[in-house]
């Protein structure tokens, strides 16, 4: 959606959501604003995604909109921690009204020890037991304490969402209008058959404090769930040292430009994404893409923003700064992730969405029901049985079990370097049944590199010699081929010699002179239009069917032997292939390249299936292909080739190698170029939608094992609060589980 308006999502911290129907409330009433194609809140995270049409709607009129309905609004900023300061100030809040609320219930408890057989012994102050004190503290509880409640119930009602607060309000407000009038109206309450010292205000007191006791500590244990988004904003440096007119200055990161030297000492986290100018060092990039051994970085390498350089002085050249950073890449894609859906939670939604209103008709019966049938004319008693009915209902535990799941789940999955794009392809991919993989850069390196070097007997060193010729004369060139060669010779530290001359025959391959003797270097096809005899004739056939291809190489009008090159299997991906079978899934490998090179990978991977010579088109038309027959695919590729048919796929995924329109395409982005990550990746997306499914289990069997409870009068108002409050921390310790899968 965002991608038809050309417009970044609006992240939105909201601050003063208590439950799931609040979270419902916002997408209802800011979804019917001209403009907003898209929003979706997350309860458990507090945020908001917006994706709108800045031509017809601006971010002022959303923001205004929401705090019209009573809610707190930041707007969210990248390099901020905005949204937990926020959380920790609503914390503080919370506990602090908490605290005073259970400050005001210690006389009631107190009192309450005089009315009962066990606790009659206990010395009460006859003070205590006044009416007109217990109606002093109520109402001061009632109205200060309880202000946030009435408050928020108010703006649900109007918007036509009844949250918790509504039945907070409502079960607190008829526990303490029934008490003022039993000590107001003596005569009425005798004639009720209403036993003298008998009041509820303890009720309202009492609810009050275990609901925001209860909200605190959930707080506290979201607050938990966040660490993997607290970890990946200690990625970002607040600073860097910049190279400005010959001078090192200190500046905010935010200023760093493309193109700026940037120097980072050891122990510093390097600040930019950027190219290596000058220096070595050790790396530890554990944090960003999951690899535990340090990477060694020299001239000419990349290096990657909130990543750690532990030994070494590094001058960096920025290629990216700012939001567009790997790291502030990272937070972001993360933050919008928990916000965006997964199609599950659409039916915890609907059941939020009508489980309030039906609650306040349950206990209304259940008030009735008492009143005339359990207990004839016990108006406190059925009071007391309608607002536990109201207290153990709430449906915060049903809200909170896809999403805190989700956090969770994503949040894991980000720090070993696996971006989900949005919860809904954290679901989609735990359904997936086949697996295509691209060869090329995918399960191979993506480059040639030399596998064998067939030099023939009695010539000097043999294939060291002939090396250090052809890397000499293949200084200049720009072919693929000769970087391998050039890499390769200084690997095994041979001195090139200087070349004289050189000139590149194109379609054939090079001429030049070394040491003053001609080096030829091409292809097969070129050495026999020259005359060449080829000593290895028999042997290129077979090189050829196992995808491999051969340059050939005379020195001094002589032939001196064939280097042989290959797209190597990266060392992981048989492993990758391994793990992806034993998740039951179906490996496919779809390449461009030649028969006989994808066959030869193919068996080294260990694919049995294998499609060879697609191009883009046909890579889209088997992924609907397979589609159309029933299976959920999931597309792996690196290249702009792949792109259609991983934005056609289920699941699109993108290995870091990748360029920015296949990173653009996909649903699921790996940091590092390994498909064991996909397997990874799969693994935790079944384990967070079985966490998912469990916590939806858990609500909703809890609900169905205590309304009934609280219908027989068999739970005081106070206990039915604890539960409820409990209930929530139940889902969050189980969805806290993932942590550690």
């Keep these: 959606m965002s991608k038809q308006t050309g417009t970044e999502p609006l992240l939105l911290d909201i601050t003063g959501m208590t439950c799931a129907a609040c979270s419902a409330r916002i997408e209802k009433v800011v979804g019917k604003l001209e403009g907003v194609q898209e929003i979706g809140v997350n309860f458990a995270l507090q945020r908001a995604r917006v994706v709108y049409d800045e031509s017809r709607i601006g971010p002022e009129q959303i923001e205004n909109k929401i705090r019209g309905l009573g809610f707190g609004v930041l707007q969210k900023k990248l390099a901020e921690m905005s949204a937990e300061a926020a959380y920790t100030e609503a914390a503080d809040e919370l506990k602090k009204r908490a605290l005073l609320g259970a400050l005001l219930t210690l006389p009631f408890l107190w009192a309450m020890m005089a009315h009962h057989e066990l606790t009659r012994a206990v010395w009460v102050p006859e003070l205590l037991l006044s009416p007109w004190l217990q109606w002093a503290i109520a109402t001061y509880a009632q109205f200060v304490i309880g202000y946030p409640f009435y408050f928020r119930a108010y703006q649900a009602l109007r918007s036509g969402v009844p949250n918790m607060d509504v039945l907070v309000v409502l079960g607190t407000t008829a526990a303490y209008l029934y008490s003022h009038y039993l000590i107001f109206h003596p005569a009425g309450a005798a004639a009720m058959g209403h036993h003298a010292g008998m009041l509820y205000f303890d009720t309202g ?45 200190v500046v905010p990161v935010g200023q760093v ?84 859906k997964p199609p599950i939670q659409r039916l915890a939604d609907r059941l939020s969405g009508v489980f309030v209103p039906v609650i306040i008709v349950v206990a209304a019966a259940a008030f009735l029901a008492s009143y005339y049938v359990m207990a004839p004319g016990e108006t406190g008693l059925a009071l007391a049985t309608a607002v536990a009915v109201l207290m153990i209902a709430c449906p915060c535990a049903l809200g909170l079990a896809t999403p805190i ?75 693929p081929f000769a970087k391998e060669i050039v890499q390769e010779a200084q690997r095994r530290g041979l001195p090139l010699p200087a070349c004289e001359s050189f000139e590149a025959v194109p379609g054939c391959g090079l001429r030049a002179i070394v040491e003053g003797r001609e080096v030829l270097a091409g292809s097969v096809k070129w050495f026999r239009q020259l005359g060449f005899r080829i000593s290895l004739q028999d042997q290129l056939g077979h090189i050829a069917q196992q995808g491999k291809s051969a340059l050939c190489v005379a020195v001094g009008g002589k032939w001196a032997g064939t280097v042989i090159f290959a797209d190597k299997l990266k060392p992981t991906s048989r492993n990758a292939v391994r793990r992806l079978r034993e998740l039951g899934l179906r490996v496919v490998m779809v390449t461009g390249d030649r028969t006989a090179a994808a066959v030869a990978a193919a068996g080294q991977a260990g694919i049995q299936e294998t499609y060879a010579e697609m191009l883009p088109e046909h890579k889209l038309e088997l992924v609907q292909r397979l589609q159309k027959e029933g299976r959920k695919v999931l597309m792996v590729g690196d290249g702009i080739n792949d792109a259609p048919a991983m934005a056609s796929a289920d699941v699109g995924a993108a290995l870091g190698s990748g360029t920015d329109i296949t990173k653009a395409s996909a649903d699921l982005y790996l940091l590092k170029n390994d498909l064991n990550g996909i397997a990874e990746a799969i693994r935790l997306s079944r384990l967070t939608l079985r966490n998912v499914r469990q916590n939806l289990a858990l609500s909703l069997v809890y609900n169905a094992v205590a309304i009934p409870f609280a219908i027989t009068g068999n739970l005081a108002p106070w206990m039915a609060c604890t539960a409820m409050a409990l209930s929530s921390l139940t889902v969050i310790g189980n969805a806290l589980r993932l942590r550690n899968a």
């Design 405 to 479: 799941s989700v956090l969770v789940g994503s949040g894991r999955a980000a720090l070993a370097g696996i971006w989900f794009k949005q919860g809904a392809h954290l679901e989609s991919l735990s359904r997936v049944d086949t697996v295509l993989l691209d060869k090329t850069g995918t399960l191979s390196e993506g480059k040639p590199a030399i596998v064998a070097i067939e030099a023939p007997a009695g010539r000097g060193d043999g294939e060291n010699e002939l090396l250090r010729q052809l890397a000499a004369a293949e200084q200049h060139s720009e072919h």
């Design 205 to 249: 007191v009492m609810i009050f404090t275990i609901v925001l006791f209860g909200k605190w500590l959930e707080a506290k244990a979201k607050r938990q769930t966040m660490g993997s988004i607290r970890q990946l904003s200690g990625l970002q440096a607040g600073t860097a040292n910049v190279v400005q007119d010959g001078r090192e200055t």
């Design 257 to 340: 430009r493309p193109g700026d030297m940037v120097i980072v000492r050891p122990g510093d986290i390097i600040p930019v994404d950027g190219i290596v100018a000058e220096g070595s060092a050790t790396v530890d990039e554990s944090a960003v893409t999951g690899e535990s051994l340090p990477v060694d970085k020299h001239e000419g390498g990349m290096v990657v923003s909130g990543t750690i350089n532990t030994d070494g002085y590094l001058r960096i050249r920025a290629t990216r700064s700012g939001s567009d950073t790997t790291a502030s890449s990272m937070l972001r894609l993360l933050e919008e992730a928990q916000v965006a």
